[in-house]
Structure formats: C-alpha cells, structure tokens
C-alpha cells in the first residue's frame, strides 16, 4: 500500500504525463493549421480552444494538489 506522500507524488506524475500528451496534441494541431494557406476549419478551431481549457483544468488540479487543496 502507497504511503500518502507517494500516492501523491504518483498523482503528479500521472497528472504531469497528461498535460505532456495534451500540449502535444494541441501542438501538432497548431502546427497542422499553420500549415494551411487559409482561416483553419472551426473544428480544427474548436479543438485547439478545447485543449486548451482542458490544459487549463488539469493544471488546476495539479496546482492543487501541489498545495495540499
């Protein structure tokens, strides 16, 4: 059984690979719409703002836990 420091400290770095993954899709989607000679499609648009707020959770969270919320 983890102790509480460990659980937590396993928490983090679950929550740290997450927004590694995210920033990285919201990346190659950036990339991929600067690519194009035009306006991106708003669903490219939409997903980019989506990522971005769910990178803004998760850092939330982490934050969160870093502090002892």
Known sequence: METGAAAKGALMQKL??????LKAHQ???????AERDMLPPDSM???IA??????????AVADEERHGA
């Open 50 to 59: 989506e990522l971005e707020n769910v990178i803004a959770a998760v850092e």
């Open 27 to 33: 990346r190659q989607l950036i990339l991929e719409a």
């Open 45 to 47: 648009l939409r997903r």
């Open 16 to 21: 740290e690979a997450l927004l590694d993954r």
